[in-house]
């Protein structure tokens, strides 16, 4: 009875997919609340349920809003998987335990409601909807984000139409819906009655192309039922079906939005009204000419993002601010384009990629990635069975946004491996919508796909693809015919900069390879959201909540929280730094020609949109600013600016004035900021946003040391007492335990330490993907998070100026030999300050210990030390005001920055390491009733600071188990690793790991 479910048949009684528009016909939102009951079986409530009744039969029924997903609602919960499914894969099956909602509300027609022809969309329902009304079956639906709709007129009754729904958690749809997400069940996107008067259009199909060479366009508006196309702009009314061809129009671009606003109307027929349906047309030209994706005659790069639809509180049942302000934050953010990985999603967020400018790689709602614990046995695309089931999809994702300019590349699936499917699923995308070029990553022979394309490539490997010198794919033959077309295709990377966690690193690295060669189209990086979810604590405190807090396998974990925004859409450290990456502008001042060279790196406009500035800056503190007028210069050309007067008078008198120069040691750095931003305001931004900088050091730059050139570790005893000192000694304002040789206390302040630290929280990118590239696991083998420490002798020389205090020890790890020998210089600074020169000298056995392929590399070189509870504020010059780190720290910039202690952490879903803040010249810790201190690097030093430890952030699962300590640990460190992608990518390149000797 319930056979549907388990059919791979993707539907039944459904009207044909079309185009999704919104008209001033009739619509009836059925979105509110519904009765809902939840049952443990695709039996439901039973038999009845469809009947036409106004009270559902039975008990247990509650109410429930729409759209929604029930889980989220309090019925059940939500369930993630990665890969695996999250039921026995028999497809195409399902288990007989599938919760199944019956949902049931009535409704009157609004007065006048024409009901001859009415159509009843569903938007989306996740995964498998049977409709009913009143007391007829309509038929079901499977392919949860994606449309259906019931021809429904004669059924209609003025008053009391039942409506009634039961959806069911798991059907055969959900073997093709394996995507890396939530397992969401519920009616969640809209349900409408749409009027549809007699002569509606039922579908339309625009096209509209532009001409590079003469900036012509055409237009054509093809429909199912006669009906007059109106672009007042451009004078147009005409027929459907009629060409126009236009001798000058404005083309759309992601940079420049242009749509042409007008009406498809149809006249009214047998007394019916007629009907206008607002057109958005934007006239663009998709093609693939020698290897190069073009648009509009011009290369194309996108700068993109795979975007999920997830709200914390709400999952994929986004409303329509929600999804703008993805738009508008991805805009400010620089990103030009959009993967809707892995689904169609709601129609209105394509209407604002239109509108605002977003480049949109739409993505059918097919996955079958969980297939791979068959070895890839009865895989859907290669089984003809399904064959219905995937066309379906595709039909119903080309059909509804076919009249998208922001859409421009097809993707018929993600991780579904391959089979005769795409060959079909392919011909009929061709065949219906020519003026669009199709994606498929997964196939090796790409022989369905005008790209080739990869996940997560190591950068050496991106740089080849870039000089069409990739190595052949595994499963084709070198020189076949599919292995010279993917060498003569374009590259779409789509999928890279995993962002889980703390991370991702080198997506500046990545963006110069992508500059670097025509063949690359763009990239997307993965992902832009964090699907967590949003939980109150029952004292009051808000978290996330990802996979693995969930009771229940198999189980994805933290996976789900990777992206560039946390679940409620704060930007992460990673956003800010792909926002600098893919800057439209390149500046680079050069101090010594004394110009700037402007690059527009955009594709289509030129630079006047944007008001250029500079910043003269002593130390942090500006000292002069003005503007720098900035020649006309065309998309993707450069131009060379000479400082202006004012600048360049302004160095001069600055460095006359203080006689700042690279000599003066870091003390009064002279900076020039130039920075890019909106003239005027924009849809997505207001005038004066800043979209690109650039910064330069007046006198170079500054260079770090470690080792200080010719400095010696002193002789061992060669001081006045040798030996462990069995008493407290002062070196000036500094007090040392005489048999630790700590430092204990500094003037009024209480101190505890330094000493050596060579750990950090594991990020998820240190944990690797599975046992791929797990440094974490190397660095709790070398045990680097259990640090032993001896001190081995304390001498004081008080026959030096001031006094100087030599601490010898030795630190390592419990049953290891490895670890450093630390000797600690401690001199008298000043009347109230000490200087520590620390020299660390590594012993034993770092590499002969077993850990694998990896180089035995601590994540970290520096000091840690314990410091009062009492600071709470932070100043620092150096780069900032966000965290760093030594592959992610473009966006950081030089300049005098402060925030609280409680600031300077990032609060990742899961915790780990965050909040370094690299290159630190100086440092000010104040907190009230505290004395100032300060720390001077020679010349520069990482920092953290936090109310907790790294072991403690390390144990933390979630970011409410930070407890204040009660003190702030302060670590300085020399070194600290890079961040990487390596929880789904290539490992982290060696040149961003720390070492054991500098
Ligand atoms: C890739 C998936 O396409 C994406 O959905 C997500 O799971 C991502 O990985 C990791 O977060 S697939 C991977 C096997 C390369």
Redesign the pocket.
Same mark, same amino acid.
């Given at each position: 009875m319930h056979s549907y479910v388990s059919d791979p048949v993707p539907g039944r009684g459904r009207r044909e997919p079309r185009a999704d528009f919104v008209s001033d016909a009739g619509r009836l939102s059925l979105n509110g609340e519904w009765d809902f009951r939840l049952s443990r079986t695709a039996a439901g409530t039973g038999p009845e349920f469809g009947a036409d009744t106004l009270t559902p039969a039975g008990d247990g029924w509650g109410s429930i809003r729409v759209p929604a997903h029930w889980v989220l609602e309090g019925h059940g919960e939500p369930l993630y998987t #990665?890969?695996a499914f999250p039921f026995p894969l028999d497809s195409p099956r399902v288990p007989e335990e599938n919760p199944t909602g019956d949902y049931r509300r009535t409704f009157d027609l609004p007065a006048g409601w024409l009901s001859k022809g009415s159509v009843l969309r569903f938007q989306g329902v996740d995964s498998c909807g049977a409709v009913w009304l009143n007391g007829v079956e309509l038929g079901h639906s499977k392919g949860s984000r994606l449309p259906f709709e019931f021809a429904v007129g004669p059924l209609l009754r003025e008053r009391g139409n039942v409506l009634a729904v039961r959806v069911n958690r798991w059907s055969s749809g959900s073997h093709l819906e394996d995507?890396?997400?939530w397992w969401l069940p519920g009616i969640f996107r809209d349900v409408e009655l749409l009027e549809r008067p007699a002569g509606a259009i039922d579908d339309f199909f625009v096209h509209a192309d532009y001409d590079h060479r003469d900036g012509s366009g055409m237009l054509r508006v093809d429909s199912d039922a006669p009906g007059q196309v109106e672009l007042p702009e451009l004078g147009i009314a005409v027929p459907t079906g009629t060409t126009v061809r236009l001798a000058a129009i404005e083309p759309w671009s992601a940079e420049s939005p242009r749509l042409y606003r007008g009406t498809l109307s149809t006249p009214g027929v047998d007394g019916a009204p007629g009907e206008r349906i607002p057109l958005a047309v934007g006239f663009r030209t998709v093609s693939i000419e020698d290897g190069r994706l073009l648009v509009n005659g011009s290369p194309v790069l996108f700068r993109g993002v #795979?975007r999920h639809e997830h709200d914390p509180d709400r999952g994929r049942a986004l409303d329509l601010e929600t999804m703008r302000r993805d738009v508008v934050m991805m805009k400010q953010h620089n990103i030009n384009a959009v993967r809707t990985? $892995?689904y169609p999603p709601h129609p209105d967020f394509l209407r604002l990629c239109d509108e605002y400018g977003l480049w949109v790689v739409e993505e059918c709602d097919i %996955?079958t $990635?969980g297939f791979i614990y068959a070895g890839w046995e009865g895989n859907p695309p290669a089984e003809p069975v399904w064959r219905e089931a995937l066309m379906d999809r595709i039909r119903r994702m080309v059909e509804r946004d076919k009249n998208h300019p922001s859409v421009v590349v097809w993707s018929m699936a993600? *991780?579904s491996m391959t089979g005769e499917a795409f060959d079909e699923m392919e011909a009929w995308i061709r065949a219906r919508d020519g003026s669009r070029p199709i994606h498929y990553e997964r196939d090796p022979s790409y022989r369905n796909s005008d790209f080739y394309s990869l996940?997560?490539p190591a950068q050496e490997e991106l740089a080849a693809v870039g000089r069409r010198a990739e190595p052949t794919p595994e499963g084709v033959e070198a020189g076949s015919a599919d292995d010279e077309r993917r060498r003569g295709l374009p590259f779409l990377l @789509? %999928?890279y900069g $995993?962002a889980?966690g703390n991370g991702p690193g080198s997506l500046v690295d990545y963006q110069n390879i992508l500059e670097s060669s025509e063949r690359f189209c763009g990239a997307f990086v993965? *992902?832009w959201i964090d699907h967590g979810f949003r939980r109150t604590l029952p004292d009051g405190v808000s978290t996330f909540v990802h996979g693995g807090d969930i009771d229940f396998l198999p189980n994805g974990g933290s996976?789900c929280i990777?992206g560039l925004v946390f679940p409620d859409r704060t930007p992460s450290p990673g956003l800010v730094e792909y926002k600098k990456a893919i800057e439209p502008v390149a500046l680079a001042i050069d101090v010594t020609a004394g110009s700037v060279v402007v690059r527009n790196k955009q594709d289509f406009a030129d630079l006047s949109a944007f008001g250029f500035a500079w910043l003269l800056e002593r130390e942090g503190v500006s000292m002069a600013s003005g503007v720098v007028t900035v020649p006309g210069c065309a998309a993707r050309a450069s131009v060379s600016v000479a400082f202006p007067a004012g600048l360049a008078s302004a160095i001069a008198s600055s460095v006359a004035a203080d006689g700042a120069s690279a000599a003066d040691g870091g003390d009064r750095e002279l900076w020039i900021t130039v920075s890019a931003s909106l003239v005027a305001e924009a849809a997505w931004a207001p005038a004066g946003h800043e979209v690109a900088w650039a910064q330069a050091r007046v006198g170079g730059e500054v260079t770090r040391e470690w080792a200080l050139s010719g400095a010696e570790v002193p002789a061992s005893g060669a001081g006045a007492e040798a030996q462990v000192l069995e008493r407290s000694v002062a070196l000036g304002a500094a007090r040392f335990d005489g048999a630790s040789g700590e430092l204990v206390g500094l003037g009024e302040l209480e101190l505890a330490g330094p000493r050596l630290d060579l750990w950090r929280a594991p990020t998820e990118n240190d944990k690797g993907q599975g046992e791929l590239n797990n440094l974490a696991k190397v660095w709790r083998k070398l045990g680097l998070d259990r640090i032993l420490h001896r001190t081995d002798e304390v001498t004081l020389d008080e026959t030096a100026t001031g006094g100087r205090l030599v601490v010898r020890g030795r630190s390592g790890p419990a049953g290891l030999t490895l670890g450093y020998r630390t000797t600690f210089v401690w001199e008298a600074a000043g009347a109230d300050g000490v200087a520590l020169t620390a020299f660390l000298e590594p012993v034993g056995h770092w590499t002969n210990t077993p850990v694998g392929d990896f180089s035995a590399t601590p994540p970290r070189l520096g000091l840690r030390l314990g410091l009062s509870g009492g600071f709470t504020d932070a100043e620092w010059f150096g780069p900032g005001p966000g965290e760093a780190y030594a592959d992610s720290r473009a966006a950081a910039r030089v300049g005098r920055h402060r925030a609280s202690v409680d600031a300077l952490q990032t609060h990742y879903v899961v915790p780990q390491e965050n909040g370094n803040r690299p290159d630190t010249r100086w440092l000010e810790l104040s907190g009230a009733g505290l004395p100032t201190l300060r720390v001077e690097g020679a010349p520069v030093f990482d920092f953290t600071a936090r109310r907790w430890t790294s072991e403690s952030l390390d144990a933390a699962a979630h970011p409410e188990h930070l407890v204040d300590s009660g003190r702030v640990w302060l670590n300085l460190d020399h070194a600290q690793q890079g961040l990487g992608s390596a929880? @789904?990518g290539p490992a982290l390149p060696e040149r961003y790991r720390t070492c054991l000797l500098y």
């Open positions: #990665n890969t995507q890396d997400m #795979n990985s $892995h %996955e $990635h993600n *991780e996940m997560y @789509c %999928e $995993h889980m993965w *992902e996976y990777d929880s @789904c």
